[in-house]
């Protein structure tokens, strides 16, 4: 899949194995670089949703329309389609076998906040 970033910064900080490390950490920088090459590695949403370490799973509530993949407890790796328009099935759900592009918005721990 095709991978962009929310924005310049944050797409900085997962460019490069330094700033990474950097900024979250041996250890978490070295998941997001391990899940972000699995993303990109990914014909489609739906193949990544195969993966189990990843757990890719839809979120809802407020974050409804995102997805994660979880990096080193408790954080996650929070994603959205970026597909123009976002594939949709009938029932108003994404439709992760055609979503090809997907925007990186965070990386957080969202149970946390």
Do not use: W
């Amino acid at each position: 899949m095709e991978i962009v970033f929310r924005n310049a910064k944050l797409a900085k900080q997962c460019s490069s194995a330094k700033d990474c490390d950097r900024q979250y950490g041996d250890q978490l920088g070295k998941k997001i670089r391990q899940r972000l090459a699995d993303l990109s590695a990914a014909e489609t949403l739906g193949d990544v949703s195969k993966l189990p370490p990843a757990r890719c799973h839809a979120l809802s509530a407020d974050r409804e329309g995102q997805f994660a993949v979880d990096l080193k407890q408790p954080y996650r790796l929070i994603f959205e389609p970026a597909d123009e328009p976002v594939p949709g099935k009938p029932d108003g759900s994404v439709d992760q076998g055609r979503v090809t592009r997907i925007r990186i918005v965070e990386i957080t721990d969202y149970h946390g906040r």
